[in-house]
């Protein structure tokens, strides 16, 4: 269980008794959510994704350091990681030579850090292709190999879940709600659930909306009706949430992809 599902069933101040004891109150309860227990696949699957991001945000952090580093000498870089690559090494000439060593030597650091996440990164498309629950994910728009294995390595069959509503609900897509008085009250989404996953879902929904204009789908027709009316980064959300509820049907259903 979560421990803020436990919470609530503790009497009074927070020792391992009283913990004890309310965790045995709150896995009585009949609509008591329970975190699901996941195979040794799943959690090999989600080690290859650990380390990969891992990978990831360490050259992110290579490469704005560079940029910082640079920008104390006057030279002010763009944030595309491109861009940084393709300009820091005409700028090592002009660069005293201490700083010029200390620059290289992150540069280099990050090129070795990404070629350490492309390896990774074949590696779970690799298994994808094996995976017949991923390969069915992956067959809706804006749900690519990285994020079908994910999905897969997270939930496996999503039979944990009623429906589709309680599964975006879970990953945080859904407005928070403070409801009283007859009176419905609905905020920003409440980022709940997993992060990785749900961020995943959010950068297939942003790569669907950009290319939603030369698409006569009708994901990419909703998509673009929905940005019109409630702004891009709503629509973004919107299309994450959906996506992750058709994403349950194509997981727990065996369904045909859904609009």
């Given amino acids: 269980m979560a421990p803020k599902f436990v919470t609530p069933y503790r009497k009074s101040g927070k020792n391992d008794g009283n913990d004890a004891e309310a965790i045995c109150e709150a896995v009585a309860r009949p609509n008591m959510r329970f975190v699901p227990v ?51 090494p005409e700028l090592l000439e002009v660069l005293p030579t201490r700083v010029a060593n200390c620059v290289r030597d992150l540069l280099e650091h990050a090129i070795r850090l990404d070629a350490r996440a492309l390896e990774y990164e074949r590696e779970i498309r690799a298994h994808v292709r094996t995976n017949a629950l991923a390969r069915r994910a992956q067959t809706r728009q804006g749900i690519g190999p990285i994020t079908a294995s994910a999905l897969v390595a997270t939930v496996g069959n999503a039979h ?27 905020g920003h989404i409440t980022k709940r659930g997993d992060p990785y996953l749900r961020t995943l879902l959010v950068m297939g929904a ?44 194509l997981l727990a259903k065996d369904t045909a992809v859904a609009t």
Avoid at 43 to 59: I, M, S, W, Y
Avoid at 69 to 76: I, S, W, Y
Avoid at 165 to 182: K, M, N
């Fill in 160 to 186: 944990d879940f009623k429906n589709g509503r309680q599964f975006a609900a879970w990953l945080g897509l859904v407005p928070r709600q403070y409801s009283t008085g007859g009176k419905t009250r609905l």
């Fill in 38 to 88: 996941k195979s040794i696949e799943q959690q090999a699957d989600l080690t290859l994704h650990r380390v990969r991001q891992g990978f990831v945000e360490e050259r992110t952090a290579m490469l704005n350091r560079i940029r910082g580093l640079l920008a104390e000498f006057g030279h002010v870089l763009p944030l595309r990681a491109a861009e940084v690559r393709r300009r820091v």
């Fill in 206 to 249: 942003r790569a669907v909306l950009q290319n939603a204009a030369r698409l006569n789908d009708p994901l990419s027709r909703w998509a673009l009706a929905v940005q019109q009316r409630r702004g891009y980064h709503r629509a973004c959300i919107a299309i994450a949430a959906k996506n992750a509820r058709v994403a349950w049907a």
